[in-house]
């Protein structure tokens, strides 16, 4: 049985740092008005993240003094007083903002199937396309669009 629960932790322990950074996005996106979800969703994410980042002030304050020394051992170019002596607080707080994630649930069920679907036109799509093309969002992913097919050096279309 021990080595059944050894096995187990080991193998939490090897896929835990791969699933952090999808947690930390999802945790993002609960609280950005930008990802369309709504006041119901963002407002226990943002309730929780704030509780968590204030509940984990007074551990920070607790490891100060093994914070700085690890400060000091941290070559200059890379030391970051913030990730170093708030720590706490911002695992705390990402933790936190996974309150909002059961009201996405919901959400995610009931409101967003039946939002009605924004119809773009072509002129809105094509404006949309050069905006991202102009931010450089995907400088790797070259477009060359190929539907539909162009015209024949004539006007008429290709079969």
Do not use: H, N
Not at 6 to 14: C, H, M
Not at 43 to 70: I, K, R
């Amino acid at each position: 049985m021990r080595a059944r629960a050894g096995a187990l932790t080991i193998l939490a322990a090897a896929l835990a740092p791969a699933g952090c950074t999808s947690v930390v996005r999802y945790g993002d996106g609960l609280v950005d008005a930008g990802t369309g979800r709504s006041l119901f969703t963002r407002l226990p994410a943002t309730v929780g993240g704030t509780a968590g980042f204030v509940v984990g002030l007074p551990v920070d304050v607790l490891v100060f003094v093994p914070a700085w020394v690890y400060y000091q051992s941290l070559p200059r170019e890379t030391r970051d007083p913030v990730s170093v002596f708030l720590f706490s607080s911002f695992v705390l707080w990402k933790v936190g903002v996974l309150v909002g994630a059961p009201f996405d649930a919901v959400e995610s069920a009931l409101w967003r199937p039946r939002r009605a679907a924004t119809d773009v036109s072509g002129a809105q799509r094509e404006a949309i396309e050069r905006e991202w093309d102009a931010r450089g969002a995907f400088p790797i992913y070259p477009v060359t669009p190929i539907v539909p097919p162009p015209d024949e050096p004539d006007g008429a279309p290709r079969p």
